[in-house]
């Protein structure tokens, strides 16, 4: 009986305060600049040089050359630790990290992201020109 004296006045006094916690989708917290979220590719800045695959702790990037000076890279957002070591190691900042957070997903294909250059695609026929 003890214990229960103790607790009891903690017990009543946490039923008249504000809960410590949030309804998330509900309520959306504040995103703080610093947060390092989904990577961002600019293929128009890539040199090629693999540094940022090399320096992943996680091995979740890989550069592939699609044309002469131009890459593309896949990114395994499953495998990403969000450490943000490529964007700091990439020479040309091609690489940057966003404040996107909400990256679930269902199967390891959902997380594969292939980023490459921009296609035109044509309006009329719906193709790639």
């Given at each position: 009986?003890?214990?229960?004296?103790?607790?009891?006045?903690?017990?009543?006094?946490?039923?008249?305060?504000?809960?410590?916690?949030?309804?998330?989708?509900?309520?959306?917290?504040?995103?703080?600049?610093?947060?390092?979220?989904?990577?961002?590719?600019?293929?128009d800045?890539?040199?090629?040089?693999?540094?940022?695959?090399?320096?992943?702790?996680?091995?979740a990037?890989?550069?592939?050359?699609?044309?002469?000076?131009?890459?593309?890279?896949?990114?395994?957002?499953?495998?990403?630790?969000?450490?943000?070591?490529?964007?700091?190691?990439?020479?040309?900042?091609?690489?940057?990290?966003?404040?996107?957070?909400?990256?679930?997903?269902?199967?390891?294909?959902?997380?594969k992201?292939?980023?490459?250059?921009?296609?035109?695609?044509?309006?009329?026929?719906?193709?790639?020109?």
């Amino acid at each position: 009986m003890k214990r229960t004296g103790r607790i009891l006045p903690e017990a009543v006094k946490s039923v008249f305060q504000k809960p410590a916690t949030v309804t998330y989708p509900a309520e959306r917290g504040e995103v703080f600049d610093q947060v390092r979220g989904r990577l961002v590719f600019e293929a128009d800045k890539c040199i090629g040089c693999k540094i940022c695959m090399r320096d992943c702790p996680a091995k979740a990037i890989e550069i592939e050359k699609i044309a002469d000076k131009q890459f593309k890279a896949i990114l395994r957002m499953d495998r990403c630790i969000y450490c943000g070591q490529c964007a700091e190691s990439c020479p040309k900042s091609a690489l940057d990290c966003s404040s996107e957070f909400e990256l679930a997903g269902l199967t390891h294909e959902d997380m594969k992201v292939d980023i490459g250059p921009a296609k035109k695609v044509s309006v009329e026929k719906g193709t790639d020109v």
